[in-house]
């Protein structure tokens, strides 16, 4: 995460409304106050999903996708064992799905060890049987504005999530079956509806694993729940908006600004500004790749008054600039320009 600092360069926001009248968790039960704030998280995730067509497997095989980010592989049928990065391989049955959460090479082959060399997942012998011993289904995960930090950094570097776990939640097994559908009837519906699915998909398995993760959580999920910290964490994921200083953070989690600053950084792994700028910008990136606000009321909606200031800090943070961003990525829906940037 870029240490800069998000705070308006010119100008002033509005101000923070009192603590009393920004703190949820009086009237929430703490499960209930997390469970919030999880999908709040979630909800900053900007991310693509995009497929590769399914590939069947017979006899001895081995095949491998390089991610640059992250990804996912789904058993579609049969049995196999699968692997990413430097991680051992584990076995896979029908209707298990393996999310990798860094850049690494995932492999999938039909015996742990002594397999043969890898084909790439490109290749299209790998379609040669109609009926093999499996099938599988792989996507690569893509964050244009880069991966988000506090979500991924504290994750596993790849979550294997069974099938036959009876943990596993009903919505996320519909999700895989609607998946598998979607991509073997590739060439009859829309890639559109193939990747939103995709990515509920994701977003679901994400939840699912940081619920059950009990005291294993990663910080920043327990820092979400914290009696004190927590409030602070909603209300900066709400209203990035508003002109907050680290006395008015430490003030809503009644704490002294140092106690905080630390309380903060150990539950999250950044600073409580770094946060805040990721917000931020991520709000911000999101807004200009709609294509349905101009650059002052997106800058306005992120906490500065002067586009300019904004500009400058958009892009400290991402390398581009605002105007670009939009004039690539945020034109209208139905604009057929858009297509040659996807």
Request: net charge neutral.
């Amino acid at each position: 995460m870029a240490n800069l600092d998000p705070s308006p360069l010119s100008g002033a926001p509005r101000r923070a409304d009192p603590p009393d009248a920004a703190r949820p968790h009086a009237a929430t039960a703490p499960g209930q106050a997390g469970e919030a704030r999880l999908d709040l998280f979630l909800d900053t995730l900007r991310f693509r999903v995009r497929f590769e067509p399914e590939r069947t497997f017979s006899g001895d095989w081995q095949a491998r996708l390089p991610l640059k980010e992250a990804g996912f592989l789904i058993l579609s049928s049969g049995g196999g064992w699968a692997s990413a990065g430097s991680e051992p391989p584990g076995p896979l049955t029908q209707g298990d799905l393996l999310i990798v959460t860094r850049p690494a090479t995932l492999r999938l082959a039909s015996q742990p060890e002594h397999a043969p060399e890898p084909r790439d997942w490109s290749d299209a012998g790998l379609l040669a049987e109609p009926f093999g011993d499996a099938r599988a289904i792989v996507a690569s995960i893509e964050f244009p504005d880069g991966p988000p930090g506090p979500l991924l950094r504290l994750l596993p570097d790849q979550l294997v999530l069974k099938a036959a776990d009876s943990g596993r939640s009903g919505t996320l097994s519909r999700l895989v079956r609607l998946v598998i559908d979607e991509v073997r009837d590739a060439g009859a519906r829309d890639g559109a509806v193939r990747e939103r699915i995709g990515s509920a998909l994701v977003l679901e398995a994400l939840r699912q694993v940081l619920e059950r993760q009990g005291d294993a959580r990663p910080g920043w999920w327990r820092g979400a729940a914290d009696h004190d910290i927590g409030p602070v964490v909603e209300q900066l994921l709400r209203r990035p908006e508003q002109d907050w200083s680290i006395a008015a953070m430490a003030e809503l989690g009644a704490m002294s600004r140092s106690t905080f600053a630390r309380r903060f950084q150990e539950a999250l792994g950044c600073a409580p500004m770094d946060f805040l700028l990721e917000v931020r910008m991520r709000r911000a990136s999101a807004r200009l790749t709609s294509g349905e606000s101009d650059l002052k009321s997106v800058a306005r909606d992120v906490g500065y008054r002067s586009t300019a200031a904004f500009s400058a800090a958009f892009k400290r943070w991402s390398g581009r600039t605002p105007s670009d961003v939009r004039s690539t990525e945020g034109r209208p829906a139905d604009d057929p320009r858009r297509e040659a940037f996807r």
